[in-house]
Protein backbone atom coordinates (compact mmCIF):
# COMPACT_ATOMS: atom_id res chain seq x y z
CA UNK A 1 0.00 0.00 0.00
CA UNK A 2 0.98 3.50 -1.07
CA UNK A 3 2.01 5.34 1.99
CA UNK A 4 0.97 8.67 1.29
CA UNK A 5 -2.70 7.65 0.17
CA UNK A 6 -3.46 6.03 3.63
CA UNK A 7 -1.77 9.89 5.40
CA UNK A 8 -4.69 11.54 2.95
CA UNK A 9 -7.18 9.29 3.94
CA UNK A 10 -7.07 9.51 7.89
CA UNK A 11 -6.13 12.95 7.58
CA UNK A 12 -9.46 13.96 5.65
CA UNK A 13 -11.12 11.14 7.34
CA UNK A 14 -10.75 13.14 10.43
CA UNK A 15 -11.34 16.36 8.64
CA UNK A 16 -14.44 15.38 8.04
CA UNK A 17 -15.45 14.04 11.88
CA UNK A 18 -14.04 17.08 12.93
CA UNK A 19 -16.45 19.21 11.04
CA UNK A 20 -19.57 17.04 11.53
CA UNK A 21 -18.51 17.41 15.25
CA UNK A 22 -18.02 21.01 15.16
CA UNK A 23 -21.19 21.35 13.06
CA UNK A 24 -23.32 19.20 15.63
CA UNK A 25 -22.14 20.63 19.01
CA UNK A 26 -22.52 24.70 17.97
CA UNK A 27 -25.30 26.85 18.30
CA UNK A 28 -27.33 27.78 15.55
CA UNK A 29 -25.71 30.80 15.02
CA UNK A 30 -22.45 29.73 14.65
CA UNK A 31 -22.95 27.25 12.11
CA UNK A 32 -23.28 29.56 9.62
CA UNK A 33 -20.47 30.80 10.50
CA UNK A 34 -18.75 27.22 10.29
CA UNK A 35 -20.33 26.78 7.11
CA UNK A 36 -18.51 29.99 5.69
CA UNK A 37 -15.30 28.64 6.48
CA UNK A 38 -15.25 25.11 6.03
CA UNK A 39 -13.83 25.66 2.73
CA UNK A 40 -11.30 27.28 3.74
CA UNK A 41 -10.56 25.29 6.83
CA UNK A 42 -10.38 22.03 3.84
CA UNK A 43 -8.09 23.35 1.48
CA UNK A 44 -5.90 24.31 4.42
CA UNK A 45 -5.70 20.50 5.87
CA UNK A 46 -5.48 19.59 2.33
CA UNK A 47 -2.07 22.05 2.30
CA UNK A 48 -0.84 20.75 5.51
CA UNK A 49 -1.48 17.55 4.12
CA UNK A 50 0.95 18.32 0.97
CA UNK A 51 3.76 19.57 2.75
CA UNK A 52 3.79 16.93 5.51
CA UNK A 53 3.90 14.19 2.75
CA UNK A 54 6.31 15.82 0.75
CA UNK A 55 8.70 15.97 4.54
CA UNK A 56 7.87 12.44 4.67
CA UNK A 57 8.88 11.38 1.35
Request: hydrophobic share 45%; charged share 20%; aromatic share 4%.
Amino acid sequence: MDIKSIVKSVTFGTAAGLVCYTVTAASSGKKKSIKRNAGKALKAAGNVLDEITSIIM
